[in-house]
């Protein structure tokens, strides 16, 4: 597995981590400083911004999990995976996405691009 699909695995993690404060940590050693995230729904930078915006993403769907559908498919500073969105145990995500994330020199994450392939009704 290359890093860059760690890391992608570990975004999963952060995206996961319930406690604020912790996700923050853990933000700053997987985001570069001035990192942006952009979605349908968001468009947020920084360690700050990104943390509130996963807060809000937990608030908005309390209980439920992140998790890769697929292999990440990674190359240079670049990887693409797909992910759900479910109540742990479920077998059919409520949600799925794709994104797209780009490393920096320091293989942190400096930006992320998601699409949202199917959204909960």
């Known amino acids: 597995m290359s890093d860059l699909a760690k890391t992608a695995e570990r975004y999963l993690e952060i995206w996961n981590e319930a406690d604020p404060q912790v996700r923050l940590e853990k933000i700053r050693e997987v985001w570069t400083e001035n ?39 990674a190359h240079h500073d670049v990887a693409r995976f797909r992910w759900g969105l479910a109540p742990e145990g479920a077998s059919e995500p409520l949600a799925i996405g794709f994104d797209v994330a780009k490393a920096g020199p320091d293989g942190r994450l400096e930006a992320v691009y998601g699409f949202l392939d199917k959204l909960p009704g």
């Open 35 to 73: 990192a942006t995230y952009i979605d349908p729904m968001a468009s947020v930078s920084g360690h700050d911004g990104i943390n509130a915006l996963i807060g809000a993403a937990r608030d908005q769907f309390p209980g439920m999990v992140f998790s890769l559908l697929d292999t990440v498919d």
